[in-house]
Protein backbone atom coordinates (compact mmCIF):
# COMPACT_ATOMS: atom_id res chain seq x y z
CA UNK A 1 0.00 0.00 0.00
CA UNK A 2 2.05 3.37 -1.13
CA UNK A 3 0.70 6.83 1.05
CA UNK A 4 0.87 10.14 -0.50
CA UNK A 5 2.51 12.75 2.24
CA UNK A 6 2.73 16.92 2.12
CA UNK A 7 3.95 19.13 4.55
CA UNK A 8 3.26 19.37 8.00
CA UNK A 9 0.46 21.50 7.84
CA UNK A 10 -1.76 19.44 5.27
CA UNK A 11 -2.84 16.11 5.19
CA UNK A 12 -1.77 12.53 4.73
CA UNK A 13 -4.13 9.55 3.57
CA UNK A 14 -3.62 6.30 1.93
CA UNK A 15 -4.68 5.33 -1.19
CA UNK A 16 -7.57 3.23 0.04
CA UNK A 17 -9.00 6.52 1.57
CA UNK A 18 -8.34 4.70 5.21
CA UNK A 19 -7.05 7.76 7.01
CA UNK A 20 -3.24 7.11 9.01
CA UNK A 21 -2.43 8.37 12.35
CA UNK A 22 -0.74 11.62 10.84
CA UNK A 23 -4.15 13.14 8.85
CA UNK A 24 -4.86 16.14 10.05
CA UNK A 25 -8.87 17.01 9.56
CA UNK A 26 -9.92 20.20 7.30
CA UNK A 27 -12.30 21.84 5.62
CA UNK A 28 -15.70 21.92 6.25
CA UNK A 29 -17.45 19.30 8.30
CA UNK A 30 -20.44 18.66 10.55
CA UNK A 31 -20.66 17.71 14.00
CA UNK A 32 -22.58 17.82 16.90
CA UNK A 33 -21.70 20.93 19.47
CA UNK A 34 -23.67 21.15 22.88
CA UNK A 35 -25.79 23.78 23.75
CA UNK A 36 -27.29 25.24 27.36
CA UNK A 37 -30.48 23.27 28.41
CA UNK A 38 -32.39 24.71 31.09
CA UNK A 39 -32.29 23.82 34.51
CA UNK A 40 -34.86 21.32 35.07
CA UNK A 41 -36.51 22.87 38.51
CA UNK A 42 -36.33 26.44 36.64
CA UNK A 43 -33.37 27.29 39.38
CA UNK A 44 -30.37 29.79 38.12
CA UNK A 45 -28.11 28.05 36.41
CA UNK A 46 -24.82 27.82 38.12
CA UNK A 47 -21.03 25.49 37.90
CA UNK A 48 -18.75 24.66 40.62
CA UNK A 49 -15.15 24.89 39.20
CA UNK A 50 -13.90 22.44 41.96
CA UNK A 51 -15.42 19.58 43.69
CA UNK A 52 -19.28 20.93 44.42
CA UNK A 53 -20.44 21.06 48.23
CA UNK A 54 -21.38 17.09 49.12
CA UNK A 55 -24.54 16.54 47.61
CA UNK A 56 -24.94 19.14 44.66
CA UNK A 57 -24.06 18.49 40.88
CA UNK A 58 -20.92 20.16 39.41
CA UNK A 59 -23.71 21.90 37.39
CA UNK A 60 -27.45 22.70 37.75
CA UNK A 61 -28.46 22.50 33.73
CA UNK A 62 -28.21 20.35 30.45
CA UNK A 63 -26.52 19.97 27.57
CA UNK A 64 -28.63 20.13 24.05
CA UNK A 65 -26.80 18.54 21.05
CA UNK A 66 -27.51 19.90 17.97
CA UNK A 67 -25.84 19.27 14.00
CA UNK A 68 -23.46 22.00 13.20
CA UNK A 69 -21.77 22.81 10.36
CA UNK A 70 -17.90 24.13 11.23
CA UNK A 71 -16.16 25.96 8.48
CA UNK A 72 -12.62 26.18 8.33
CA UNK A 73 -10.91 29.37 8.26
CA UNK A 74 -7.48 28.61 7.38
CA UNK A 75 -6.10 30.28 4.26
CA UNK A 76 -8.67 32.87 5.01
CA UNK A 77 -7.59 33.59 8.26
CA UNK A 78 -7.43 38.13 7.31
CA UNK A 79 -11.02 38.00 6.56
CA UNK A 80 -12.23 37.83 10.68
CA UNK A 81 -10.95 40.51 13.31
CA UNK A 82 -11.55 40.89 16.57
CA UNK A 83 -14.09 43.95 16.24
CA UNK A 84 -16.27 42.32 14.53
CA UNK A 85 -16.58 38.81 15.25
CA UNK A 86 -14.61 38.39 18.43
CA UNK A 87 -12.11 36.43 17.26
CA UNK A 88 -8.17 36.96 15.11
CA UNK A 89 -6.11 34.64 13.53
CA UNK A 90 -2.50 35.25 14.28
CA UNK A 91 0.45 33.27 12.28
CA UNK A 92 4.27 33.16 12.71
CA UNK A 93 4.73 33.52 16.37
CA UNK A 94 7.96 32.59 17.83
CA UNK A 95 8.10 31.54 21.37
CA UNK A 96 10.87 30.65 24.18
CA UNK A 97 8.50 28.30 26.50
CA UNK A 98 8.29 25.05 24.36
CA UNK A 99 7.87 22.45 28.21
CA UNK A 100 4.66 24.71 29.55
CA UNK A 101 4.98 22.02 32.40
CA UNK A 102 5.77 24.55 35.13
CA UNK A 103 3.84 27.54 36.19
CA UNK A 104 6.14 29.97 37.83
CA UNK A 105 8.58 29.71 34.42
CA UNK A 106 5.39 29.93 32.28
CA UNK A 107 4.38 33.62 34.02
CA UNK A 108 7.81 34.10 33.95
CA UNK A 109 8.97 33.63 30.00
CA UNK A 110 5.22 33.33 28.25
CA UNK A 111 3.16 35.47 29.69
CA UNK A 112 5.58 38.51 28.68
CA UNK A 113 5.28 37.35 24.97
CA UNK A 114 1.54 37.08 25.48
CA UNK A 115 1.42 40.49 27.05
CA UNK A 116 3.57 41.84 23.63
CA UNK A 117 0.84 39.72 21.52
CA UNK A 118 -1.65 41.57 22.73
CA UNK A 119 -0.10 45.22 22.29
CA UNK A 120 0.88 44.77 19.03
CA UNK A 121 -1.99 43.32 17.82
CA UNK A 122 -4.90 44.94 19.52
CA UNK A 123 -5.42 48.87 18.21
CA UNK A 124 -5.80 50.89 21.02
CA UNK A 125 -4.09 48.78 24.01
CA UNK A 126 -2.06 50.60 25.78
CA UNK A 127 -2.32 48.21 29.17
CA UNK A 128 -2.20 44.51 29.88
CA UNK A 129 -2.69 42.37 32.77
CA UNK A 130 -2.77 38.51 32.46
CA UNK A 131 -4.41 37.10 35.65
CA UNK A 132 -4.57 33.41 34.60
CA UNK A 133 -3.81 30.31 32.34
CA UNK A 134 -5.20 27.35 31.54
CA UNK A 135 -3.44 24.19 30.20
CA UNK A 136 -5.61 21.26 28.66
CA UNK A 137 -4.73 18.24 27.61
CA UNK A 138 -6.81 15.40 26.13
CA UNK A 139 -5.63 12.94 28.52
CA UNK A 140 -7.89 10.62 31.57
CA UNK A 141 -5.74 11.64 33.77
CA UNK A 142 -5.33 15.49 33.13
CA UNK A 143 -6.52 17.98 35.55
CA UNK A 144 -8.43 19.83 32.94
CA UNK A 145 -9.71 18.44 29.60
CA UNK A 146 -10.70 20.45 26.53
CA UNK A 147 -14.58 21.12 27.22
CA UNK A 148 -16.95 19.78 24.65
CA UNK A 149 -19.78 22.62 25.53
CA UNK A 150 -20.56 26.11 23.70
CA UNK A 151 -19.39 29.00 26.35
CA UNK A 152 -18.25 32.74 26.73
CA UNK A 153 -15.83 32.60 29.39
CA UNK A 154 -16.86 36.28 31.13
CA UNK A 155 -19.79 38.37 31.05
CA UNK A 156 -20.06 42.09 30.98
CA UNK A 157 -20.94 42.14 34.92
CA UNK A 158 -17.63 39.47 36.01
CA UNK A 159 -15.38 41.39 33.29
CA UNK A 160 -16.27 44.56 35.81
CA UNK A 161 -15.51 42.78 38.82
CA UNK A 162 -12.05 41.02 37.02
CA UNK A 163 -10.91 44.58 36.31
CA UNK A 164 -11.43 45.53 40.22
CA UNK A 165 -10.10 42.48 41.77
CA UNK A 166 -6.84 42.91 39.05
CA UNK A 167 -6.47 45.92 38.96
CA UNK A 168 -7.53 47.58 41.90
CA UNK A 169 -5.73 50.77 42.78
CA UNK A 170 -6.35 51.82 38.97
CA UNK A 171 -9.85 49.99 38.39
CA UNK A 172 -11.76 53.71 39.08
CA UNK A 173 -10.12 55.42 35.80
CA UNK A 174 -9.52 52.01 33.96
CA UNK A 175 -13.56 51.19 33.79
CA UNK A 176 -14.30 54.99 32.70
CA UNK A 177 -12.46 53.73 29.31
CA UNK A 178 -12.43 50.55 27.02
CA UNK A 179 -11.93 47.38 28.63
CA UNK A 180 -11.67 44.11 27.36
CA UNK A 181 -10.85 40.43 28.40
CA UNK A 182 -9.33 38.30 25.41
CA UNK A 183 -8.25 35.31 25.71
CA UNK A 184 -5.05 33.83 23.93
CA UNK A 185 -5.49 29.91 22.47
CA UNK A 186 -2.79 27.96 21.16
CA UNK A 187 -1.39 24.09 20.63
CA UNK A 188 1.57 22.86 22.60
CA UNK A 189 1.74 19.65 21.10
CA UNK A 190 2.01 20.59 17.65
CA UNK A 191 -0.66 20.10 14.81
CA UNK A 192 -4.07 19.42 15.64
CA UNK A 193 -5.89 16.95 14.53
CA UNK A 194 -8.41 15.94 18.13
CA UNK A 195 -10.65 18.06 20.04
CA UNK A 196 -10.03 21.50 17.62
CA UNK A 197 -11.53 24.77 19.09
CA UNK A 198 -14.84 26.01 17.68
CA UNK A 199 -15.75 29.58 17.89
CA UNK A 200 -18.85 31.28 16.43
CA UNK A 201 -18.44 35.23 15.14
CA UNK A 202 -20.13 37.20 17.62
CA UNK A 203 -21.72 39.25 14.29
CA UNK A 204 -23.85 36.36 14.34
CA UNK A 205 -24.62 35.79 17.97
CA UNK A 206 -27.50 37.61 19.78
CA UNK A 207 -27.71 38.78 23.47
CA UNK A 208 -30.76 36.54 23.97
CA UNK A 209 -28.61 33.55 23.11
CA UNK A 210 -26.42 34.10 26.01
CA UNK A 211 -27.63 32.65 29.69
CA UNK A 212 -25.54 34.25 32.60
CA UNK A 213 -23.67 31.36 35.07
CA UNK A 214 -22.92 31.45 38.34
CA UNK A 215 -19.37 30.60 38.15
CA UNK A 216 -18.72 29.17 41.94
CA UNK A 217 -15.01 29.32 43.15
CA UNK A 218 -14.37 27.83 46.75
CA UNK A 219 -14.05 31.92 48.01
CA UNK A 220 -15.99 33.86 45.35
CA UNK A 221 -18.61 34.19 42.75
CA UNK A 222 -17.55 34.70 38.95
CA UNK A 223 -20.02 34.56 35.96
CA UNK A 224 -19.85 32.57 32.64
CA UNK A 225 -22.20 32.65 29.58
CA UNK A 226 -23.71 29.32 28.37
CA UNK A 227 -25.00 29.31 24.73
CA UNK A 228 -28.76 28.48 23.61
CA UNK A 229 -29.06 27.31 19.89
CA UNK A 230 -29.86 29.64 17.08
CA UNK A 231 -29.47 28.51 14.00
CA UNK A 232 -28.49 32.20 12.92
CA UNK A 233 -25.31 31.84 14.39
CA UNK A 234 -22.46 30.99 11.91
CA UNK A 235 -19.45 28.81 13.71
CA UNK A 236 -15.94 28.34 12.20
CA UNK A 237 -12.77 26.28 13.47
CA UNK A 238 -8.99 27.12 12.26
CA UNK A 239 -7.55 23.48 10.97
CA UNK A 240 -4.58 22.20 11.76
CA UNK A 241 -3.74 24.70 14.31
CA UNK A 242 0.73 24.61 15.01
CA UNK A 243 2.43 26.21 18.15
CA UNK A 244 3.29 29.02 16.45
CA UNK A 245 -0.10 30.00 15.87
CA UNK A 246 -2.71 32.13 18.44
CA UNK A 247 -6.21 32.72 18.49
CA UNK A 248 -7.73 35.71 20.29
CA UNK A 249 -10.95 35.29 21.42
CA UNK A 250 -12.62 38.27 23.33
CA UNK A 251 -15.09 37.39 25.84
CA UNK A 252 -16.14 40.73 26.62
CA UNK A 253 -15.84 44.45 25.09
CA UNK A 254 -17.41 47.26 27.20
CA UNK A 255 -17.62 49.56 24.03
CA UNK A 256 -20.53 49.44 21.98
CA UNK A 257 -21.03 48.37 18.35
CA UNK A 258 -18.54 46.23 18.08
CA UNK A 259 -18.42 41.98 18.41
CA UNK A 260 -18.79 41.61 22.46
CA UNK A 261 -18.10 38.13 23.10
CA UNK A 262 -17.36 35.03 21.13
CA UNK A 263 -18.97 31.32 21.95
CA UNK A 264 -16.21 29.01 21.81
CA UNK A 265 -16.41 24.99 22.51
CA UNK A 266 -13.73 22.25 21.52
CA UNK A 267 -15.87 19.78 19.38
CA UNK A 268 -14.91 16.27 18.01
CA UNK A 269 -14.26 15.99 14.82
CA UNK A 270 -15.68 12.94 13.16
CA UNK A 271 -12.45 12.63 10.93
CA UNK A 272 -9.97 12.45 13.51
CA UNK A 273 -7.70 9.63 12.41
CA UNK A 274 -7.65 6.06 14.84
CA UNK A 275 -3.97 6.77 16.38
CA UNK A 276 -4.10 10.82 16.49
CA UNK A 277 -2.49 12.05 19.18
CA UNK A 278 -4.44 14.46 22.20
CA UNK A 279 -5.22 17.69 21.71
CA UNK A 280 -2.85 19.95 24.22
CA UNK A 281 -3.29 23.69 24.48
CA UNK A 282 -2.52 26.87 26.79
CA UNK A 283 -5.14 29.48 27.01
CA UNK A 284 -3.62 33.26 28.94
CA UNK A 285 -6.35 35.26 30.21
CA UNK A 286 -5.87 39.19 29.80
CA UNK A 287 -7.35 42.17 30.86
CA UNK A 288 -6.78 45.04 27.58
CA UNK A 289 -7.31 48.25 28.04
CA UNK A 290 -7.72 50.69 25.67
Avoid at 52 to 64: I, Y
Avoid at 149 to 178: C, I, Y
Wanted: hydrophobic content about 30%; glycine content about 6%.
Amino acid sequence: MSTTTTQKTSTSTTLSGVQDASYVPRGPVSTQLNFFKEPADGSKPHNYVEEPPEGQPQRNFGEDAVEVQMNDIRGRERDFNLDKDAFEAIQGVPSEETEFVDDEHIKKVYYPEVEKLLLDNVPGAHKVTIFDHTIRRSNPDAPRAPVTRVHVDQTGRSTEWRVKLHDPEEAEDLLKGRYRIINVWRPINGVVQAHPLGFASADTVDDEDLVPVEHRYPHRTGETAAVRYNKRQQYYYWSGMDNDERLLLKCYDNQEGVGQRVPHTAFVDPRTPPGAKGRESIEVRALVYG
